[in-house]
């Protein structure tokens, strides 16, 4: 048995590969999805239960032996032997059915390596962090007193304007003299 080792790779199969298995083995007389096994998964209420009888189907024994021929764990003598086996069928079906799925399947899956992100450890914080704190006035801080403006108010009564003086054109240009 030949294992391969690389963990850095996955074996990416084509689109259409599950319909190919269920054509293959339709071929061979293998029903993929038996009624009785369907009838079972409706009557089951538990995931566990459903999931047993879904690993017992023959299409996906097959996917499964596909997967560990296509990552070299299974030589093709050995994959031929594990469909006889899973599947009960003769053993010059198997081999037939074997070559079958490699010519159609794996010969067209492909290595593709996977991309990890390097892992950067979470180094634990040192140092403490604090909130800034910021000093909020009071509003009384917040309103000028009145004092300068009654004082301004104040200084501006005691100046009495010049009756006799024309206000000068410089104060406002877009305003006409009034004559």
Do not use: H
Not at 6 to 23: A, K, M, Q, T, Y
Not at 106 to 112: M, P, Q, S, T, W
């Amino acid at each position: 048995m030949d294992q391969k080792t690389n963990e850095n790779l996955d074996i990416i199969f084509p689109e259409e590969s599950g319909e190919i298995v269920v054509r293959i083995l339709k071929k061979y007389g293998i029903d993929p999805m038996p009624e009785e096994m369907l009838e079972k998964l409706e009557k089951e209420k538990t995931r566990e239960e459903n999931n047993k009888i879904v690993d017992n189907l023959p299409g996906r024994k097959t996917a499964i032996l596909v997967r560990e021929a296509a990552e070299e764990k299974l030589s093709s003598n050995d994959f031929a032997a594990r469909l006889q086996e899973q599947l009960n069928i003769p053993e010059e079906k198997a081999k037939n059915l074997a070559d079958d799925l490699n010519k159609e399947i794996i010969a067209f899956a492909k290595e593709v390596p996977i991309e990890k992100k390097p892992e950067t450890p979470v180094k634990p914080a040192t140092e403490t962090f604090t909130m800034p704190t910021f000093v909020v006035k009071p509003p009384e801080e917040l309103i000028p007193s009145k004092e300068p403006i009654l004082q301004k108010k104040e200084s501006l009564a005691q100046k009495k304007p010049d009756e006799n003086k024309k206000p000068s054109a410089k104060a406002d240009v877009y305003r006409e003299p009034i004559e």
